[in-house]
């Protein structure tokens, strides 16, 4: 193996240890600011984090020095407000009374040729009638023949009224029942709550009072 002079080995010595240096050198650097840079990322994150929401401020009102009236709230509120207050209730769309009689002819003849409902069924059982449907308008009424198992004493229509809207001609409809041989309990009168009717008492005793809402003026 042949031997390098002294000179030409420190040179050679001398440029590694230099290189290795440099090398060193640059990896330090490089690692530094690798550090710094992951720094800076991670205070810009936490700058966000903590950053406040920007959120639009509304200027105050000037508080005025006299109070407002309270606006009363309209009709249409008020009957839209009572129409939901029925959706979590009972709620009807008609009403069809069945009524026991004592004698289903005579009332069925009452019924619709003086009162002036139509006949829309007839119920019979062994050839006897005991029973009908009757309509007046969109309100219909039953009549049931009594069958006596309470006794031919029992009473009938006490304590009890049938009141009935129209939106016809209350006095033209009471005049054609007098017409056709009827009688009044009350001739055709306005009330003082707003409606116009009359009343009428059936063979049996049930009282029925015909009335229509007034017209506003």
């Not at 390098?4 to 290795?20: M, N, Q």
């Not at 640059?26 to 810009?44: M, V």
């Not at 008609?94 to 006949?119: E, H």
């Not at 001609?169 to 029942?177: E, H, L, R």
Request: proline share 4%; net charge positive.
């Amino acid at each position: 193996m042949m031997a390098l002079p002294a000179g030409k080995l420190f040179a050679s010595f001398w440029i590694w240890r230099v290189e290795s240096q440099e090398e060193r050198l640059r990896a330090r650097i490089e690692k530094q600011t690798k550090s710094r840079r992951t720094l800076e990322r991670g205070h810009d994150m936490a700058t966000k984090k903590k950053a406040p929401k920007k959120s639009a401020m509304k200027p105050a009102r000037k508080a005025s020095s006299k109070a407002k009236p309270a606006k009363a709230k309209p009709a249409k509120a008020r009957a839209a407000k009572a129409k939901a207050s029925l959706k979590s209730g009972i709620n009807f769309d008609s009403v069809g009374p069945s009524l026991t009689v004592n004698d289903i002819q005579k009332s069925l003849g009452w019924y619709r040729d003086v009162a002036g409902f139509a006949l829309e069924e007839k119920w019979e059982r062994d050839g006897q009638l005991f029973g009908v449907s009757l309509r007046a308008g969109k309100t219909w009424f039953m009549l049931g023949q009594d069958d006596w198992k309470r006794g031919r004493d029992r009473k009938k229509g006490e304590g009890f009224r049938l009141y009935c809207m129209t939106t016809g001609d209350v006095d033209a409809q009471a005049a054609g029942i007098k017409a056709r041989g009827g009688v009044l309990d009350q001739e055709p009168m306005d009330q003082q709550w707003g409606m116009r009717d009359f009343s009428m008492t059936d063979p049996d005793g049930f009282k029925i009072t015909v009335a229509k809402e007034k017209k506003k003026r």
